[in-house]
């Protein structure tokens, strides 16, 4: 399986941490929220990775190389404009093969078990689903949630009982076809194509009910670096 990790925004919210640090690279329990994910991806024998990036993409490339000291194989889809989620996955079909792939955001922290995955492919093909995404709890800046979960059904946030709604983790898996009508280039949001999929009744999930963050500010990423300090020192 080949796994995507996001890297091309701006990190508007985190500024001036991100006026000369790519988000990614920014640093929580001593190493990169980045090499997170790669190490846990790697520990879960998924090492055929694919990092896209804009904002100074450079640093990236030099901090990660090609992942051998990872144990992992990384290419780079170089973006000369960040063009969202869905856009930039398009833009990378080239590194990516014909069969579900992971998709993580690269700014989040989360304990979900990487090695699911594979398994969650051949049920996604199985049932002839277009994604499968990994749902957490509302968190205080999101309590609204994005959709709702019933069984392993995932539907647009509608559901009469509001509490019933969960929040997309940034993780999941997608079959190449959500993406074919995208012009490469483009720039393109992933919601409208994961809610149309959703219409179709093509959509399946998970809640993983572990740690979870969206490290969207400065203030969460300071949170999150003491946590993840202190449990390295109990």
């Not at 896209?52 to 640093?59: E, K």
């Not at 079909?93 to 304990?111: M, R, S, T």
Request: a negative charge; proline letters at 7%; charged letters at 20%.
């Amino acid at each position: 399986m080949i796994a995507m990790i996001l890297a091309a925004g701006r990190g508007e919210r985190m500024r001036p941490l991100t006026d000369h640090t790519p988000k990614p690279l920014l640093e929580v329990g001593g190493k990169a929220l980045i090499n997170w994910h790669i190490e846990r991806l790697v520990a879960a024998g998924i090492n055929q990775l694919v990092i896209n990036h804009a904002h100074l993409g450079a640093q990236i490339e030099a901090a990660l190389g090609d992942g051998s000291r990872f144990g992992a194989q990384i290419r780079y889809s170089a973006e000369t404009r960040a063009l969202e989620t869905a856009g930039g996955i398009a833009y990378a079909h080239p590194w990516l093969n014909e069969e579900p792939f992971a998709v993580i955001n690269g700014d989040i922290w989360c304990d979900y078990d990487f090695s699911r995955l594979p398994a969650c492919a051949v049920g996604m093909q199985a049932r002839g689903d277009l994604a499968h995404l990994i749902l957490v709890d509302n968190p205080p800046q999101h309590p609204k949630g994005d959709f709702c979960l019933s069984g392993n059904r995932i539907t647009p946030g509608t559901a009469p009982n509001p509490e019933s709604l969960l929040t997309f983790s940034g993780i999941g898996l997608y079959q190449p076809a959500l993406f074919g009508a995208i012009p490469h280039g483009a720039v393109a949001p992933l919601a409208p194509l994961l809610r149309a999929a959703m219409a179709q009744g093509k959509v399946s999930g998970e809640h993983h009910t572990g740690q979870w963050v969206d490290v969207g500010t400065p203030q969460r990423l300071a949170d999150l670096d003491e946590k993840l300090r202190k449990e390295a020192h109990v």
